[in-house]
Protein backbone atom coordinates (compact mmCIF):
# COMPACT_ATOMS: atom_id res chain seq x y z
CA UNK A 1 0.00 0.00 0.00
CA UNK A 2 2.93 1.97 0.58
CA UNK A 3 3.42 3.12 -3.30
CA UNK A 4 -0.13 3.66 -4.19
CA UNK A 5 -1.94 7.23 -4.15
CA UNK A 6 -5.07 6.51 -1.64
CA UNK A 7 -8.40 7.63 -3.02
CA UNK A 8 -11.58 8.24 -1.68
CA UNK A 9 -14.37 10.22 -2.24
CA UNK A 10 -18.35 11.49 -1.39
CA UNK A 11 -20.86 11.31 -3.21
CA UNK A 12 -24.33 13.71 -2.63
CA UNK A 13 -26.43 16.11 -4.67
CA UNK A 14 -25.58 19.20 -3.21
CA UNK A 15 -22.36 18.37 -1.78
CA UNK A 16 -20.69 21.94 -0.73
CA UNK A 17 -22.00 21.90 2.66
CA UNK A 18 -20.34 18.31 3.29
CA UNK A 19 -17.51 18.25 5.81
CA UNK A 20 -16.30 14.40 4.99
CA UNK A 21 -13.40 15.86 3.02
CA UNK A 22 -12.07 17.42 6.01
CA UNK A 23 -12.47 14.39 8.18
CA UNK A 24 -10.62 11.77 5.96
CA UNK A 25 -8.49 14.59 4.59
CA UNK A 26 -7.34 15.23 8.47
CA UNK A 27 -6.56 11.55 8.61
CA UNK A 28 -4.34 11.37 5.50
CA UNK A 29 -2.92 14.29 6.94
CA UNK A 30 -2.09 13.11 10.68
CA UNK A 31 -1.11 9.09 9.37
CA UNK A 32 1.45 10.29 6.46
CA UNK A 33 -0.18 8.74 3.80
CA UNK A 34 -0.40 9.73 0.45
CA UNK A 35 -4.13 9.90 -0.64
CA UNK A 36 -7.08 12.66 -0.78
CA UNK A 37 -10.31 12.45 -0.02
CA UNK A 38 -12.74 14.40 -2.66
CA UNK A 39 -16.41 16.09 -2.85
CA UNK A 40 -18.27 14.91 -5.83
CA UNK A 41 -21.39 16.64 -6.91
CA UNK A 42 -23.46 13.48 -8.36
CA UNK A 43 -27.00 14.03 -9.69
CA UNK A 44 -29.68 11.19 -8.72
CA UNK A 45 -29.69 10.09 -12.11
CA UNK A 46 -26.16 9.77 -12.89
CA UNK A 47 -25.23 7.59 -9.65
CA UNK A 48 -24.89 4.90 -11.21
CA UNK A 49 -22.46 5.66 -14.19
CA UNK A 50 -20.21 7.76 -11.08
CA UNK A 51 -20.02 4.32 -8.69
CA UNK A 52 -19.29 2.01 -11.92
CA UNK A 53 -16.69 4.40 -12.91
CA UNK A 54 -14.52 4.00 -9.48
CA UNK A 55 -12.74 0.97 -10.30
CA UNK A 56 -11.07 1.99 -13.27
CA UNK A 57 -10.07 5.52 -11.63
CA UNK A 58 -8.44 3.47 -8.68
CA UNK A 59 -11.01 4.45 -5.77
CA UNK A 60 -11.00 2.30 -3.15
CA UNK A 61 -14.91 3.44 -2.11
CA UNK A 62 -16.98 6.05 -1.11
CA UNK A 63 -19.34 7.13 1.03
CA UNK A 64 -22.99 8.46 -0.01
CA UNK A 65 -25.14 11.36 1.45
CA UNK A 66 -28.11 12.99 0.65
CA UNK A 67 -30.34 12.34 -1.40
CA UNK A 68 -28.33 8.96 -3.02
CA UNK A 69 -28.46 6.29 0.22
CA UNK A 70 -31.43 4.84 -0.86
CA UNK A 71 -30.95 4.83 -4.74
CA UNK A 72 -27.49 3.28 -4.59
CA UNK A 73 -28.75 0.27 -2.90
CA UNK A 74 -30.30 -0.77 -6.57
CA UNK A 75 -26.96 -0.45 -7.94
CA UNK A 76 -24.09 -1.78 -6.52
CA UNK A 77 -23.42 -5.76 -6.91
CA UNK A 78 -24.34 -6.99 -2.87
CA UNK A 79 -25.61 -4.90 -0.20
CA UNK A 80 -24.38 -6.32 3.52
CA UNK A 81 -26.91 -7.30 5.32
CA UNK A 82 -27.23 -4.52 7.94
CA UNK A 83 -27.34 -1.79 5.44
CA UNK A 84 -30.34 -4.08 4.15
CA UNK A 85 -31.73 -3.54 7.53
CA UNK A 86 -31.46 -0.09 7.95
CA UNK A 87 -32.61 0.50 3.79
CA UNK A 88 -29.62 2.73 3.21
CA UNK A 89 -25.96 2.60 2.09
CA UNK A 90 -24.03 5.24 3.26
CA UNK A 91 -20.61 3.34 1.87
CA UNK A 92 -19.57 1.39 -1.00
CA UNK A 93 -16.40 -0.65 -0.71
CA UNK A 94 -14.29 -1.61 -4.35
CA UNK A 95 -13.35 -5.16 -4.37
CA UNK A 96 -10.50 -6.46 -5.67
CA UNK A 97 -12.28 -7.37 -8.85
CA UNK A 98 -14.00 -4.37 -8.95
CA UNK A 99 -17.63 -5.61 -7.18
CA UNK A 100 -19.10 -2.85 -5.51
CA UNK A 101 -20.54 -3.75 -1.96
CA UNK A 102 -22.70 -1.80 0.14
CA UNK A 103 -22.30 -1.01 3.59
CA UNK A 104 -24.03 1.49 6.27
CA UNK A 105 -21.66 2.93 8.73
CA UNK A 106 -24.23 5.09 10.39
CA UNK A 107 -25.56 3.53 12.71
CA UNK A 108 -21.91 2.59 14.37
CA UNK A 109 -20.95 6.26 13.88
CA UNK A 110 -24.04 6.82 16.41
CA UNK A 111 -23.53 4.31 18.74
CA UNK A 112 -19.71 5.45 19.06
CA UNK A 113 -20.49 9.12 19.39
CA UNK A 114 -22.63 8.33 22.15
CA UNK A 115 -20.73 6.14 23.83
CA UNK A 116 -17.61 8.37 23.08
CA UNK A 117 -19.42 11.02 25.72
CA UNK A 118 -20.57 8.55 27.65
CA UNK A 119 -18.76 5.75 28.22
CA UNK A 120 -21.33 3.82 30.72
CA UNK A 121 -24.05 4.09 28.14
CA UNK A 122 -26.92 1.95 28.24
CA UNK A 123 -29.72 1.88 25.96
CA UNK A 124 -31.19 -0.82 27.90
CA UNK A 125 -31.74 1.96 30.79
CA UNK A 126 -35.07 2.24 29.80
CA UNK A 127 -36.85 3.91 27.18
CA UNK A 128 -35.62 5.66 24.14
CA UNK A 129 -37.94 8.52 22.53
CA UNK A 130 -36.59 8.74 18.59
CA UNK A 131 -38.48 11.88 16.58
CA UNK A 132 -38.16 11.76 12.85
CA UNK A 133 -38.00 9.12 10.68
CA UNK A 134 -35.96 9.57 7.59
CA UNK A 135 -32.91 7.76 6.51
CA UNK A 136 -31.34 9.15 10.08
CA UNK A 137 -33.62 7.60 12.21
CA UNK A 138 -32.88 4.60 10.62
CA UNK A 139 -29.69 4.63 11.53
CA UNK A 140 -30.30 5.24 15.18
CA UNK A 141 -33.11 2.58 15.30
CA UNK A 142 -31.06 0.33 14.10
CA UNK A 143 -28.05 1.35 16.89
CA UNK A 144 -30.26 1.59 19.66
CA UNK A 145 -31.83 -2.28 18.66
CA UNK A 146 -28.83 -3.37 18.44
CA UNK A 147 -27.10 -2.18 21.79
CA UNK A 148 -30.10 -3.51 23.28
CA UNK A 149 -32.54 -1.24 23.71
CA UNK A 150 -35.77 -2.69 24.71
CA UNK A 151 -38.60 0.06 23.99
CA UNK A 152 -38.00 3.02 21.57
CA UNK A 153 -41.09 5.43 21.01
CA UNK A 154 -40.83 6.62 17.32
CA UNK A 155 -42.72 10.03 17.03
CA UNK A 156 -42.72 11.79 13.87
CA UNK A 157 -44.82 14.66 12.00
CA UNK A 158 -45.71 12.18 8.67
CA UNK A 159 -46.76 8.98 10.79
CA UNK A 160 -47.41 6.99 8.08
CA UNK A 161 -43.81 7.05 7.70
CA UNK A 162 -42.92 6.28 11.32
CA UNK A 163 -45.47 3.32 11.42
CA UNK A 164 -43.73 1.52 8.37
CA UNK A 165 -40.45 1.70 9.99
CA UNK A 166 -41.94 0.52 13.05
CA UNK A 167 -43.56 -2.61 10.82
CA UNK A 168 -39.89 -3.52 9.71
CA UNK A 169 -38.02 -2.74 12.88
CA UNK A 170 -40.67 -5.18 15.36
CA UNK A 171 -42.01 -4.98 18.37
CA UNK A 172 -39.80 -2.74 20.54
CA UNK A 173 -40.68 0.40 17.94
CA UNK A 174 -43.92 1.78 18.94
CA UNK A 175 -45.23 4.47 17.05
CA UNK A 176 -46.65 7.73 19.08
CA UNK A 177 -48.52 10.47 17.43
CA UNK A 178 -46.98 13.79 16.31
CA UNK A 179 -49.84 15.61 18.71
CA UNK A 180 -48.56 13.58 21.69
CA UNK A 181 -44.59 14.07 21.22
CA UNK A 182 -44.12 16.07 24.57
CA UNK A 183 -45.55 13.15 26.71
CA UNK A 184 -44.07 10.61 24.83
CA UNK A 185 -40.35 12.18 26.83
CA UNK A 186 -42.54 11.02 30.28
CA UNK A 187 -40.73 8.04 32.16
CA UNK A 188 -37.49 8.31 28.98
CA UNK A 189 -33.49 6.95 29.56
CA UNK A 190 -32.87 8.59 26.39
CA UNK A 191 -34.30 11.12 24.00
CA UNK A 192 -32.60 11.41 19.80
CA UNK A 193 -33.69 14.13 17.28
CA UNK A 194 -33.18 12.55 14.12
CA UNK A 195 -35.53 15.22 11.88
CA UNK A 196 -34.04 18.14 10.17
CA UNK A 197 -35.34 20.56 12.99
CA UNK A 198 -33.00 22.88 14.39
CA UNK A 199 -30.45 22.76 11.70
CA UNK A 200 -29.10 25.94 10.67
CA UNK A 201 -31.71 27.77 8.48
CA UNK A 202 -34.34 25.33 10.21
CA UNK A 203 -36.76 26.73 13.53
CA UNK A 204 -35.76 24.39 16.70
CA UNK A 205 -37.52 21.48 16.52
CA UNK A 206 -40.91 22.32 18.77
CA UNK A 207 -40.81 19.60 21.55
CA UNK A 208 -41.26 20.69 25.26
CA UNK A 209 -39.00 19.01 27.71
CA UNK A 210 -41.25 19.19 30.57
CA UNK A 211 -42.02 15.78 31.36
CA UNK A 212 -38.51 14.13 30.54
CA UNK A 213 -36.30 13.11 33.52
CA UNK A 214 -33.65 15.08 34.34
CA UNK A 215 -32.08 11.88 34.23
CA UNK A 216 -32.19 11.56 30.80
CA UNK A 217 -29.53 11.70 27.99
CA UNK A 218 -30.19 14.06 25.35
CA UNK A 219 -28.96 13.95 21.50
CA UNK A 220 -29.32 15.39 18.41
CA UNK A 221 -27.53 14.25 15.20
CA UNK A 222 -27.88 17.28 13.94
CA UNK A 223 -24.68 19.15 13.79
CA UNK A 224 -24.72 22.14 12.07
CA UNK A 225 -24.89 24.20 14.46
CA UNK A 226 -22.15 22.50 17.02
CA UNK A 227 -25.39 22.40 19.96
CA UNK A 228 -28.79 22.66 18.57
CA UNK A 229 -31.37 24.68 20.29
CA UNK A 230 -32.96 21.41 21.58
CA UNK A 231 -29.39 20.22 23.05
CA UNK A 232 -29.29 24.26 24.81
CA UNK A 233 -32.27 23.71 26.36
CA UNK A 234 -31.17 20.20 27.71
CA UNK A 235 -28.35 21.12 28.72
CA UNK A 236 -30.04 24.07 30.69
CA UNK A 237 -32.36 22.22 32.26
CA UNK A 238 -29.64 19.30 33.85
CA UNK A 239 -29.79 16.60 31.21
CA UNK A 240 -26.68 15.28 29.53
CA UNK A 241 -26.26 15.99 25.89
CA UNK A 242 -24.25 14.73 23.06
CA UNK A 243 -23.93 16.40 20.08
CA UNK A 244 -24.11 15.39 16.78
CA UNK A 245 -21.02 15.98 14.61
CA UNK A 246 -19.27 12.62 16.80
CA UNK A 247 -21.92 10.47 14.78
CA UNK A 248 -20.31 11.85 11.43
CA UNK A 249 -16.30 11.19 13.09
CA UNK A 250 -17.56 7.66 14.18
CA UNK A 251 -18.79 6.67 10.50
CA UNK A 252 -15.78 7.01 9.08
CA UNK A 253 -13.91 4.56 11.20
CA UNK A 254 -15.06 1.20 9.96
CA UNK A 255 -14.96 2.90 5.70
CA UNK A 256 -11.13 2.92 6.28
CA UNK A 257 -10.88 -0.63 7.77
CA UNK A 258 -12.82 -1.71 4.76
CA UNK A 259 -11.08 0.80 2.02
CA UNK A 260 -7.38 1.05 3.61
CA UNK A 261 -7.04 -1.26 6.12
CA UNK A 262 -6.50 0.99 8.68
CA UNK A 263 -8.32 1.99 12.04
CA UNK A 264 -7.92 6.11 12.49
CA UNK A 265 -9.03 7.56 15.62
CA UNK A 266 -11.21 10.27 16.68
CA UNK A 267 -9.40 12.42 18.61
CA UNK A 268 -10.22 15.87 20.30
CA UNK A 269 -7.68 17.41 17.98
CA UNK A 270 -9.69 16.08 14.97
CA UNK A 271 -12.90 17.21 16.61
CA UNK A 272 -12.10 20.96 17.25
CA UNK A 273 -10.85 20.81 13.77
CA UNK A 274 -13.86 19.98 11.83
CA UNK A 275 -16.04 22.00 14.74
CA UNK A 276 -14.34 25.27 14.05
CA UNK A 277 -15.77 25.42 10.72
CA UNK A 278 -19.61 25.10 11.87
N1 LIG B 1 -24.57 13.40 12.48
C1 LIG B 1 -24.64 12.65 11.40
O1 LIG B 1 -23.71 11.92 11.04
C2 LIG B 1 -25.92 12.62 10.62
C3 LIG B 1 -26.28 11.49 9.85
C4 LIG B 1 -27.49 11.50 9.14
C5 LIG B 1 -28.30 12.63 9.21
N2 LIG B 1 -27.92 13.71 9.94
C6 LIG B 1 -28.78 14.92 10.03
O2 LIG B 1 -30.08 14.52 10.42
C7 LIG B 1 -31.07 15.35 9.81
C8 LIG B 1 -32.09 14.47 9.10
O3 LIG B 1 -31.43 13.75 8.05
P1 LIG B 1 -32.15 12.55 7.28
O4 LIG B 1 -31.18 12.00 6.32
O5 LIG B 1 -32.82 11.62 8.25
O6 LIG B 1 -33.28 13.37 6.48
P2 LIG B 1 -34.66 12.82 5.87
O7 LIG B 1 -34.56 11.38 5.53
O8 LIG B 1 -35.04 13.82 4.83
O9 LIG B 1 -35.70 12.95 7.10
C9 LIG B 1 -36.05 14.22 7.59
C10 LIG B 1 -36.86 14.07 8.87
O10 LIG B 1 -37.13 15.38 9.40
C11 LIG B 1 -38.54 15.53 9.57
N3 LIG B 1 -38.95 16.91 9.35
C12 LIG B 1 -38.62 17.71 8.31
N4 LIG B 1 -39.22 18.92 8.46
C13 LIG B 1 -39.93 18.86 9.61
C14 LIG B 1 -40.76 19.80 10.31
N5 LIG B 1 -40.98 21.04 9.84
N6 LIG B 1 -41.33 19.41 11.47
C15 LIG B 1 -41.12 18.15 11.94
N7 LIG B 1 -40.35 17.22 11.33
C16 LIG B 1 -39.77 17.59 10.18
C17 LIG B 1 -39.14 14.61 8.54
O11 LIG B 1 -40.47 14.33 8.89
P3 LIG B 1 -41.54 13.90 7.72
O12 LIG B 1 -41.35 12.43 7.51
O13 LIG B 1 -42.85 14.27 8.30
O14 LIG B 1 -41.20 14.71 6.49
C18 LIG B 1 -38.21 13.39 8.67
O15 LIG B 1 -38.53 12.63 9.82
C19 LIG B 1 -30.29 16.28 8.86
O16 LIG B 1 -30.11 17.52 9.53
C20 LIG B 1 -28.97 15.59 8.67
O17 LIG B 1 -27.91 16.49 8.41
C21 LIG B 1 -26.77 13.72 10.66
Redesign the pocket.
Known amino acids: MADRFLLAAVMGWPISQSRSPMLHNFWFAQYGLRGTYVPLAIAPDRLEAALRALPALNFSGCNLT?PL?QKAMAIVDEVDVTAQKIGAISCVVVKEDGRLVGFNN?WY??VH?VLEFVPDWRADAGPAVV?????????VIYGLLERGAREVRLC???VE??QALADEFGAAVRVVP?DDRHDALDGAAMLVN????G?VG??P??LLLDRLPITALVND????PRETPLLVAARERGNRTVT?????LH?GVPAWKAWFGIEPQVTAALRAAIEATL
Open positions: IKDGFNIGAGGGARANRTRAWTTSQMQPLDIVYIGLGMLQ
